[in-house]
């Protein structure tokens, strides 16, 4: 049993992208879910297919090279890093994607400012 399962996945993504692997496979939940769904929107993924318990996770190239280069967990278990919407800072001068956790969902760090929420900055990526 894994105390930070998050952690897990994204370790998970960065050693599949660092092995230049097609795909990837994670235990399932709505929180890992909703992750990938962003960062397959934010363009750093492929696709991802919901089986049984797992998550298949599509990694995505452009010309043999990684659309993902650093993909890094802020909050963690034992240290939680919440951010009210003015204070939630750009990854890489607005190159990169924060996600955070709000009270509307799971999101980009540039939707929650757009909309003034504040949450729990789940990690970063770029």
Do not use: H, W
């Not at 994204?10 to 879910?33: H, P």
């Not at 991802?48 to 298949?56: A, C, H, I, M, P």
């Amino acid at each position: 049993m894994s105390t930070d399962p998050v952690a897990d996945m994204l370790t998970i993504i960065r050693n599949g992208y660092a092995n230049k692997t097609k795909k990837v496979s994670v235990s399932k939940s709505k929180f890992k879910e909703e992750i990938v769904k962003i960062l397959i929107q934010a363009g750093y993924l492929a696709s991802f297919k919901s089986l049984d318990n797992r998550l298949e996770i599509s990694l995505k190239y452009e010309n043999r090279k990684p659309a993902l280069e650093q993909i890094k967990r802020i909050s963690k278990p034992g240290l939680r890093i919440y951010r009210p919407s003015k204070k939630i800072s750009r990854v890489l001068s607005g190159l990169g994607t924060a996600i955070v956790s709000t009270s509307d969902g799971v999101m980009t760090s540039q939707e929650a400012k757009k909309k003034g929420l504040g949450g729990e900055v789940i990690c970063e990526v770029y």
